[in-house]
């Protein structure tokens, strides 16, 4: 990012705040669209099971983590810089807010839209969790198979199924002890 911090006071009325507000929006738009289309991309794979395909994927995750990363740090030292100087600092959103006129209203749209897309980053990681979720039930499923042979019983019960296992033995203490 390209925001540097500002420490000395006299330099706050040269700070462009509407422009650094939009610089780390602008950039946190880019990176948001990128992450749908990531997330997309790796929800499909996990359907068509395509491991080389998601191992590719998981590059171009990476580098938009390094890049959230890198957002969140930029985000963090203009608050910082804004909150020295006595503006809104609790989030971007509020230090959109107090931008003028038609880029205000613009810097406002934008921060909007930027929770809008995170709300569907959310849902999209939720639905791609839910799918890998449901591949474990699965491989899961297919273990228990194969470790009872099969069987709708499980192989450790011996005996009669229709006997109670208090009445077969095995419980803590036998009766007949």
């Known amino acids: 990012m390209p925001f540097t911090p500002i420490d000395d006071a006299s330099e706050a009325s040269t700070v462009d705040w509407e422009s650094s507000t939009a610089e780390v929006l602008q950039e946190l738009t880019s990176v948001q669209d990128e992450l749908i289309e990531v997330l997309g991309t790796k929800r499909s794979q996990m359907v068509a099971r395509d491991i080389p395909g998601m191992e590719a994927t998981q ?17 963090r030292d203009l608050l910082a810089s804004a909150q020295k100087h006595g503006m809104p600092s609790d989030s971007i959103e509020s230090l959109a807010a107090m931008a003028d006129g038609a880029e205000g209203e613009n810097l406002r749209e934008i921060a909007t839209s930027a929770k809008r897309r995170m709300r569907t ?11 890998a979720q449901r591949s474990v039930l699965h491989l899961s499923q297919i273990l228990q198979i194969i470790a009872t042979g099969g069987k709708l019983q499980p192989t450790y019960e011996q005996g009669d199924s229709a006997q109670p296992n208090a009445q077969v033995g095995g419980t803590l203490v036998d009766h007949e002890a």
């Not at 980053?121 to 939720?126: A, F, P, R, S």
Request: hydrophobic share 45%; no cysteine; charged share 35%.
């Open 59 to 75: 590059a171009r995750e990476l580098e938009l983590i390094r890049r959230l990363e890198q957002l969140r740090d930029a985000r």
């Open 121 to 131: 980053i959310q849902n999209e990681t939720l639905v791609n969790f839910v799918l």
